[in-house]
């Protein structure tokens, strides 16, 4: 795996070795991890949280890994602040949701050396199935937070997180929101320091949380809470910028950015470190103006808090709860006017053209298969024209919710997860389907990567964070050990075949698991000659345009013309046409 280190360096003068780095938030971050001596990062990949770990895995001096699930990642990463050395865990927002057993007892123990924990949330769901408000996490585990406006603010408040978490013996949450985490900016870098480790002793009182340990460590973090709590009335992260005494805004994250270009005049008060509050700052604050209004995306998280201090001031509708906030809609807000709409996305998703997931959607919509999914790729399976996707849940769920039809329906049920979906988190769901004695069939699309995230390894692969090659799983025995009946692995382009063992997996009343198996397009970029349309010999039926294929355009008419541009030569479209008005071009 080729260095990324300095691809966004700019060297400003000639002779001038002063040197400003371009970098994203999610880059920042792992900048300011980088430089404030982390050695050892984990995460598992998760729109808008992956460049984080991608982009600490280009440095030698920090043992960077994709981990199986979040969980894991998050206990890793702890394991090694616990042990002595600086750490940080990130993922995306519902990604926390899989580590919150270890983060909520990780705050009673506390840390040895720094250890940040990085939640990338999704407001208007750019890439995920909820648009759950990780603020609130917070005051549930009784942790820090710090939420930057901008990638230069990433930088120095992941260094500063470092910082805060030994002062305290705390985790310390970092938010971002995809606006943040993808935005890129110029900014100063400075230099890694190189920290000792930290000495690792004996200490079962603070590290061991059976109930008598763990009481007493909740009056310990009761105590750290009061002192993060003065200390956030002094934290740098925090300041009241007086400008127009006419009107006054609390703003926090991207939402101070957009007050800022909405209203340039009006003075405000900016929350960087957002919990515990700075209650005496914001008592000050309010009174310096004669209209105080909060503006924040999603949940009513500043404005409840507000309520509680008993202070006057204006809030959002509470239409604006959902989605994310654009600069003007700030106007609007102010006015105390409701949400009227969402912007229309740019285009409908899609599958990529050849993607090994379309013929075994199209042998489940033939077959008229009721199909539990998952969070992938494959998950577009759901769209119109295919229509052959019926759930979607959680990582991991298409498994366990198929057990659940089976035990509802008893039959005509499959489930549907991807190779790094399963590893992630279907292992479990099938054991227990094995032990329970369920029936039917789960599919695992092998496309041999985590393709939805931007195509990183995992344990099936055979790679790791960095591109070296490890030892790899083998899912088939997997599947074996965790109970499976039958295991077969087929081509998914094969169709009569994979239509055959659908059929026959359905209802031999056994537990069998189909690993439908094809490199990802994304990585397998082999292109075969491009198919082409017999124009005299086509019917203009339009089976061929529900395979929801881009290369594949539907003209005025009915008639249909294969773009050459980005066809890759599957020839699904060439099996599916009973006309035989499709062929590979010669």
């Not at 990433?154 to 470092?162: K, L, N, P, T």
């Not at 740098?236 to 209203?263: C, H, M, Q, T, W």
């Amino acid at each position: 795996m080729s260095s990324r280190k300095d691809l966004y360096i700019i060297t400003l003068m000639p002779g001038n070795e002063k040197k400003i780095h371009f970098l994203s938030g999610d880059e920042a971050v792992g900048r300011g991890a980088y430089e404030s001596g982390v050695r050892v990062a984990a995460s598992y990949p998760g729109t808008p949280a992956t460049e984080i770990l991608e982009y600490l895995s280009n440095f030698q001096e920090v043992d960077a890994q994709w981990s199986v699930n979040e969980k894991v990642a998050y206990e890793v990463a702890f394991g090694a602040a616990l042990s002595g050395s600086r750490a940080i865990f990130s993922s995306k927002h519902v990604g926390l949701n899989v580590a919150m057993d270890s983060l909520m007892t990780s705050a009673y123990i506390g840390v040895n050396a720094g250890f940040v924990a990085v939640t990338a949330d999704d407001p208007g769901l750019h890439s995920s199935q909820n648009e759950q408000d990780n603020r609130l996490v917070a005051p549930f585990a009784k942790l820090p937070l710090l939420e930057p406006s901008s990638p230069s603010e990433a930088y120095e408040f992941s260094r500063a997180a470092f910082a805060i978490s030994e002062e305290f013996d705390t985790p310390v949450l970092l938010r971002l929101t995809t606006r943040v985490a993808h935005t890129k900016e110029n900014f100063d870098i400075g230099q890694r320091i190189e920290l000792p480790k930290k000495e690792y002793v004996t200490n079962i009182g603070k590290n061991v949380m059976v109930p008598g340990n763990a009481y007493k460590r909740h009056v310990v973090l009761e105590e750290k809470l009061n002192k993060l709590k003065s200390y956030s009335e002094k934290a740098p992260f925090n300041r009241i910028e007086l400008r127009s005494k006419e009107l006054g805004f609390i703003a926090d994250g991207v939402s101070y950015l957009y007050v800022r270009e909405a209203f340039p005049e009006a003075s405000v008060l900016k929350l960087g470190f957002v919990y515990p509050f700075p209650d005496e700052m914001i008592r000050v604050f309010s009174e310096k103006v004669k209209k105080l209004v909060v503006i924040e995306e999603l949940e009513p998280f500043i404005e409840d808090h507000i309520k509680t201090l008993g202070i006057k001031a204006s809030f959002k509708d509470p239409s604006w709860r959902v989605g994310e906030l654009r600069p003007e809609d700030i106007p609007t807000i102010v006015e105390g006017k409701p949400r009227t709409g969402r912007p229309k996305p740019a285009r409908k998703p899609v599958l990529c053209p050849g993607c090994m997931h379309r013929p075994v959607f199209s042998v489940l919509r033939k077959l008229k298969v009721i199909v539990t999914g998952d969070i992938g790729c494959y998950t577009l399976g759901a769209l119109e024209p295919l229509s052959a996707l019926h759930t979607c849940l959680c990582m991991g769920s298409s498994v366990t919710l198929f057990e659940g039809f089976y035990r509802s329906l008893g039959k005509g049920v499959a489930g549907v997860i991807g190779d790094s979906t399963f590893v992630h988190s279907g292992i479990p769901g099938l054991i227990n389907a094995a032990y329970n004695g369920a029936k039917g069939l789960l599919i695992i699309l092998d496309n041999g990567t985590t393709a939805m995230t931007g195509s990183q390894p995992h344990p099936a692969t055979g790679a790791n964070a960095r591109g070296e090659q490890v030892k790899r799983l083998d899912i088939e025995a997997i599947c074996r050990a965790a109970g499976a009946d039958e295991v077969k692995v087929v081509d998914p382009f094969d169709t009569e075949l994979v239509e055959k063992c659908v059929r026959e997996y359905l209802s031999n009343g056994k537990l069998s698991v189909m690993i439908a198996r094809y490199p990802c397009r994304i990585i397998h970029r082999a292109k075969e000659k491009p198919a082409v349309v017999i124009e005299e010999k086509c019917k203009k039926c339009g089976v061929c345009l529900s395979l929801d294929c881009p290369a594949i355009i539907g003209q005025e008419g009915g008639s249909v013309s294969i773009d050459r541009a980005l066809c890759t030569g599957c020839y699904l479209c060439v099996k599916t046409c009973k006309f035989k008005a499709i062929e590979p071009s010669k």
